[in-house]
């Protein structure tokens, strides 16, 4: 199935948390990204920061993405970006990854931002590919393990 119109972000409620937590990518892709359960959890106890959101279309839930916006962090990638994005397995490669970062760049340019930054984990199965051809470069900044990657609004 292909992307279509019907295409929605929902903010995570009681009656979608469900739905959101089963979203799942594939087993060799996990250490790139933690599970839903997680990112819900560290965004419950960061409510102004984490901007969580279910991706669905024509009902059917896609995806998980969170944005975090926290512009008067010392860090400057950390101002605003994409802090998890998971994609479900049998929903990737059809362009929802690209709505995904799509929708938290609208958020950041409606709250002022010039640009988003995402960390991500080099790897074969990692999303690195995936970001370069949206458009990110890296900053040069490393934090841990993690490639800081930019995209200019
Ligand atoms: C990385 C991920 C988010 C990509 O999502 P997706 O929905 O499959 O990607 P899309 O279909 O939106 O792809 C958008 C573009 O990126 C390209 N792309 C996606 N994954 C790619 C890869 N691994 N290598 C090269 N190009 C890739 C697509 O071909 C497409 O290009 P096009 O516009 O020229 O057709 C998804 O695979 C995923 O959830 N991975 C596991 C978790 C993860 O690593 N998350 C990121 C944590 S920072």
Do not use: C, H
Not at 10 to 35: G, H, M, S
Not at 94 to 113: D, K, N, S, T
């Amino acid at each position: 199935m292909s992307i279509t119109r019907k295409t929605v972000l929902e903010p995570i409620t009681t009656d979608n948390l469900a739905e959101a937590v089963r979203i799942a990518v594939r087993p060799d892709q996990e250490r790139f990204v933690a599970p839903v359960v997680q990112s819900l959890a560290e965004a419950y106890t960061q409510p102004d920061v984490a901007w969580p959101r279910l991706v669905r279309d024509e009902g059917r839930p896609v995806a998980f993405v969170m944005g975090a916006f926290d512009p008067t962090s010392e860090i400057d990638f950390f101002r605003a970006g994409i802090w998890r994005l998971n994609v479900a397995a049998e929903s990737q490669g059809q362009g929802y990854g690209r709505v995904a970062v799509e929708a938290v760049a609208e958020e950041a340019r409606a709250r002022g931002q010039q640009r988003i930054t995402v960390l991500w984990v080099p790897g074969d199965a990692g999303p690195e590919r995936f970001y370069l051809r949206l458009g990110f470069r890296p900053t040069g900044q490393v934090l841990e393990d993690q490639v800081v990657g930019e995209l200019l609004l």
